[in-house]
């Protein structure tokens, strides 16, 4: 399939082509269509498979094409769970949008809300936006969203784990219920299952990978290692001269600051980023990780899902997760769009357990790397038993009935064209919270 078979409009198509993409990916062909006709969408795609285009570009196209006369308004609003992934949202909708009249804004913490708050009061289109900081400047008057016409949560897992779930449903409650809303997760676990069902409206679902599974292309393997040796390890890898853009993963700020020191030492040109960085050197130390000046990038999960870096080679996980969906999310930083990568996970005696755990989530069994310098003297651990265990982890599918005893249409990827009879059309309580919740909206 070819983009012009979207039937995407010409200045689309023309910045499309001058990003250098020829072909939209799964998601993208999926998805498409189904925006473009306004209907709501529940994808569940992994990072690296393009889903931003797949909701900017039908949102510029439609905003494009009934640009109101004299002024602008936030017609479409984007939140993402980190600072990184809205700066990366943002710039793709510059990218898509530079042949047309459409214009973002893009907000978040951590920075001085001044210039921010100056650009909204020049006006913009689109808005992509953190959960906090939107509500913020909500809460100061510098935000409506009552002529909302699209709302985006991307990565909603991720808004989930990060506590921002309530924080989400209070900004929903103040968009117009007669409105397209796009969820975007990697995963689906009971509570995003039901934030779906409260405010999706007959949604279309589409899915390029199955929950929790791990990119084809990543070849991964585990070096079984004690933690005193996990430094000479890292190091002995890193002389391999074909590693030439490693991201690393710790389990704490701490430790990320840590390997920065110590691969400083061994001469490895490597730069830390993690909750505890302001903002500019997170955006200093990223620039650098992509310009190639900076070889190794060490990072604490708040960038497992907010770096888009193209051509990273290795992903390592110098501390295994001990949630095991962020091990899906790590890996997937590498072989992203199609391409290779290679994924080495570091295990000590006491992260065996999260070993156990990441190869039942994936359901497969990661390869040993043996015969390394490092190698721990405590013998390789039992199998693992791949069956989930009762009431752990397990592949969450979405609930194929609605709240209201509606059932979804059939999710196959492959749904009509998107028309509703009259009674399906008609709203739910969309706020999120049952009932009238005014007392919610000046809390926190």
Known sequence: MQFEELQLIEPLLRAVQAAGYTQPTPIQAQAIPYVMTQRDLLGCAQTGTGKTAAFALPIIQRLAATKPAGGRYLRALVLAPTRELASQIGENFDTYSQFTPIKQITIFGGVNQKPQVARLQ????????????????????????DRLEVLVLDEADRMLDMGFIHDVRRIIAKVPRNRQTLLFSATMPPDIQALADDILDDPAYVAVTPAYSTVETIEQAVYFVEKPNKPALLEHLLADRTMQRVLVFTRTKHGANKVVKQLDRASVNAEAIHGNKSQSAREKALASFKAGKVRVLVATDIASRGIDVDDITHVINYDLPNEPESYVHRIGRTGRAGASGIAYSFCDTTERPYLRDIERLIQQHIPQEAGHPYESQAGKPPTTDLAPRKGGSRPAQPNPARSNGQQRPQRTGQQGNGSRSNSQRRRRNRGGYRGNNASHDNAG
């Open 122 to 145: 020049r006006g913009a289109d689109v808005l992509i936006a953190t959960p906090g900081r939107l509500l913020d400047l909500m809460g100061q008057g510098y935000i409506r969203l």
